[in-house]
């Protein structure tokens, strides 16, 4: 079933997409997902709340008409514009004219660009406004970074029922629609946990903020967006305390500082040896750990780069570039996470040397901090090479305090 009551006057339109393995090019999904929007049915007018992925429109027009009823929808509150969720729209406004488009002020420029149209009736809301249904009120609770600046959740206090976007969803699928009828509990958590990592960990500070935007409510449901929706009786509060602990940054008492490396002849493996050990004497305490960039999972070495303090990358030069594991690894970089980070370079080369320059270039450009002192060495490195590795090692150590 795809189109079911939450409680009175709130119905949920769901359109499921249980093959889906990879989301927004980069998320690997194991569960496919579905993409939830809702109606609410007042007494003096008729919210659809977010939409679905243009791909789907057809599935998500049939459904909603189905819960429409025949009804005329008059308000469609996007509370994130992502195109998972808005892509339907452009298709809605030419389904029903008369419809105004309740949404944040960042929302509002994105959507004028998504749906290319000037002419779209909006209503731009602020954090407490409050919309009148009649016997129903939707109030907008500001929640920007949660996951675009734009993001807002909608509060439906009659019923006791929060409309979170993506915030405590998850890329899952089964065909029920409710936390309590999952079946593969375990999966679902799995799913819980990825979407976190790969969604919200970036805007840990922002999800702290929105937990106590929620704890304020004391909602009986959370509307998500993706996956089951959540029952204060289930799922809801294990999510939320899951969420809290998962945004929660735990002190570390030492640096983590890993070096992350590739050779094709050993060279620049030489220098990452030299380099970790003149690290370890300026920071003896520091976990430093040298990773070949072949040798292990992309997704695991982006996780260990985001979590660092501080890192070296090394490559040698080749066809006048770095190599590409050595960009796979810097396009997995959190740019929300990597500005002011230090970063130091190493490389071996044989004549014309940019891998280093351009390394440089592309982590200024993020943002990180890029130490002065690059150590590119010409083929094989010298016991003065080795001994000037080490002195790299050793200064961006003490760069460090
Ligand atoms: C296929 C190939 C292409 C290369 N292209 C360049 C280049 O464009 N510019 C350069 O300075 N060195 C180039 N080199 C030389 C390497 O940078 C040099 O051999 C270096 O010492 C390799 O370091 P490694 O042992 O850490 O891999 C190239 C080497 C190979 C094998
Ligand atoms: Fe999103
Ligand atoms: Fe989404």
């Not at 890993?258 to 003896?284: I, K, M």
């Not at 982006?302 to 190599?323: H, K, Q, V, Y």
């Not at 071996?348 to 060495?377: D, I, M, N």
Request: hydrophobic content about 40%; aromatic content about 10%.
């Amino acid at each position: 079933m795809v189109t079911e009551q939450i409680r009175s006057s709130v119905l949920i339109t769901s359109v499921l997409n249980p093959n889906m393995r990879v989301f927004d090019v980069v998320m690997r999904t194991e569960y496919g997902t579905s993409y939830n929007s809702y109606v609410v049915v007042g007494s003096r007018g008729i919210a659809l709340i977010d939409a679905a992925h243009a791909t789907f429109c057809e599935d998500y027009l049939n459904k909603l008409e189905r819960a429409l009823e025949g009804r005329t929808p008059d308000y469609l509150v996007m509370n994130h514009t992502e195109p998972d969720h808005s892509g339907t729209v452009a298709t809605l406004l030419e389904r029903y004219p008369n419809l105004t488009v309740v949404i944040s002020k960042a929302g509002a420029i994105y959507l004028k660009n998504i749906v290319n149209r000037d002419d779209v009736r909006m209503m731009i809301v602020t954090d407490g406004d409050k919309l009148d249904l009649g016997d129903q009120t939707l109030r907008f609770i500001s929640a920007p970074f949660l996951h675009w600046p734009d993001t807002m959740f909608t509060w439906l206090p009659e019923k006791g029922v929060v409309f979170t976007c993506d915030f405590l969803g998850a890329h899952y699928c089964e065909p029920q629609l409710f936390d309590h009828r999952i079946i593969y509990r375990d999966a679902y958590s799995d799913a819980v946990k990825n979407y976190f990592d790969c969604i919200f960990a970036p805007f840990k500070p922002f999800v702290l903020k929105g937990l106590e935007k929620l704890a304020a409510l004391d909602a009986d449901y959370a509307c998500t967006s993706h996956g089951p929706i959540l029952t204060r009786t289930c799922e809801l509060e294990r999510i939320k305390a899951h969420y809290h602990t998962w945004a929660t940054e735990e002190p570390r008492a030492y640096k983590r500082i890993p070096l992350f490396y590739c050779s094709a002849y050993g060279n620049t493996e030489q220098l990452a040896t030299h380099v970790a050990r003149g690290l370890l004497r300026a920071q003896p305490a520091a976990e430093v750990t040298c990773y070949d960039l072949v040798k292990h999972d992309l997704a695991r070495l982006a996780a260990i780069l985001n979590e660092s303090d501080a890192f070296f990358i090394g490559s040698p030069t080749i066809n006048r570039d770095a190599l590409p594991v050595v960009w796979n690894l810097i396009a997995s970089i959190d740019a929300v996470t990597i500005p002011r980070r230090p970063v130091a370079l190493f490389g071996s080369y044989g004549w014309s040397g940019e891998a280093l320059p351009h390394l440089a270039e592309r982590l200024s450009s993020l943002k990180a901090k890029v130490f002065e002192t690059q150590l590119k060495v010409c083929f094989t490195p010298t016991p003065a090479d080795l001994k000037a590795a080490e002195e790299l090692g050793e200064a961006f150590g003490s760069s460090l305090d």
